[in-house]
């Protein structure tokens, strides 16, 4: 089945002669901090995407130029789908399920059609790589050697795994905490050091320029920020998506602190991140991944199905969104153009009532584990580029 769905998607990428184009800028990146040029002064690929990310990052892509552009392609591929069947094996062990490698296998060849995953892919992103930096991190025993290290590092690399820090300080984990900041700070002190002038340039200006990322109300953007804008018809929605976020930002975030169970305060610090970011690029819902999972540990495999068709269905793609039309659509496509948004908003609540649910003697119900009684589950379980749109491929994912 992996082989199959593995061929299917190469085949896919070959004829439709998939740009990759995030690859392509982290390559230019690298270029730049091997050639010392401008970091944040150039655009690449037909679209005119900018670097965006702090400089450690642009350091860490510099062995991206040692190869040719078709072979990086290729390489990403590969590793992106290697990635995958780490981020399910991981995904595994935060539900407790067991992790055999038939059943990851199809998993893997399963995961590679949702969404979020199949974009990342045809995008050359590295979401995937960042999600399993903190996923491992976070689901290591307690009092692991370094535990909080990969975050800092990730959040070193692009800036919304932060959050989970915050997560970590409401579960007053402070030793994991300190670890990931040291580490995150770890890495702009390396960042102020190779590249003194990019370091001033982003730190003080290029990170607030939040028009660099792209446009916030194109129906890429499955954020709050993005609903509220569509809903509105209003591209800068300004006040009333800074109080919706910050009251959704101050709520997750209490819930995911206060949940008894690890993995349900896990996963509301990532949907609340995703929600309250400015931009949250629909190939950053990587976290379904850990979502389904967690379903089918907790004996609903219909909601799972439902949940898995959702990050199938690509309905925002569906859409007419050539120019400003994404602030143009009518009420009742308002669902179908910000699913994940609407899905993460239903799903908070969820996870929070779930995670705290109190056992008769006073504790939290725990996740079923493989061969629990009860369960009834098995114990594991788009185009190449979204349609074209001049709005759709404005920046870089």
């Not at 780490?86 to 995904?91: A, D």
């Not at 369960?375 to 920046?395: K, Y």
């Amino acid at each position: 089945m992996l082989l199959v769905s593995l061929g299917a998607l190469a085949t896919l990428c070959v004829v439709q002669r998939v740009p990759m184009a995030d690859a392509l800028v982290y390559r230019a990146e690298g270029a730049a901090v091997a050639n010392g040029q401008d970091l944040y002064g150039f655009t690449v690929t037909e679209w005119e995407l900018p670097a965006t990310y702090p400089p450690f990052a642009a350091i860490l892509f510099v062995p991206t130029t040692w190869l040719p552009p078709a072979a990086l392609k290729a390489v990403f591929l590969a590793g992106n789908v290697a990635l995958l069947a780490l981020f399910v094996r991981l995904s595994c062990r935060l539900a407790h399920l067991p992790a055999r490698a038939p059943l990851v296998c199809a998993a893997t060849a399963f995961g590679l059609w949702l969404e979020p995953v199949f974009q990342t892919v045809l995008f050359g992103q590295i979401n995937l790589a960042l999600a399993c930096l903190v996923l491992w991190d976070l689901t290591r025993p307690p009092g692991a050697l370094g535990k909080g290290f990969a975050l800092g590092v990730a959040a070193g690399i692009k800036l919304t795994p932060a959050v989970f820090v915050a997560y970590l300080l409401l579960r007053g984990r402070l030793r994991e905490a300190g670890t990931a900041v040291a580490a995150c700070a770890g890495t702009v002190l390396l960042g102020a050091l190779v590249l003194p002038s990019a370091s001033v340039d982003f730190w003080t200006r290029r990170l607030f320029e939040t028009g660099r990322v792209g446009k916030a109300w194109i129906v890429d953007n499955q954020s709050l920020q993005g609903l509220v804008a569509r809903v509105l018809h209003e591209p800068e929605p300004g006040p009333v998506w800074a109080g919706a976020a910050a009251l959704v930002g101050a709520a997750g975030l209490w819930a995911a602190g206060r949940t008894r169970g690890e993995a349900h305060g896990l996963l509301l610090a990532a949907f609340t991140a995703l929600l309250v970011s400015p931009i949250s690029w629909s190939h950053h819902w990587v976290w379904c991944v850990p979502l389904l999972a967690l379903l089918l540990a907790a004996g609903r495999p219909r909601l799972a199905a439902a949940v898995a068709v959702l990050f199938t269905a690509r309905t925002f793609w569906l859409l007419p969104h050539e120019g400003d039309l994404d602030l143009r659509l009518p009420w009742w496509q308002q669902p179908l153009a910000s699913p994940y948004a609407l899905l993460a908003l239903a799903l908070l609540p969820c996870l929070g009532l779930l995670g705290a649910r109190p056992r008769a003697g006073g504790g939290a119900v725990p996740l079923p584990r493989a061969g629990s009684a009860g369960s009834g589950v098995p114990r594991e379980a788009g185009g190449p580029q979204p349609p074209a749109s001049s709005s759709s491929a404005s920046t870089i994912r």
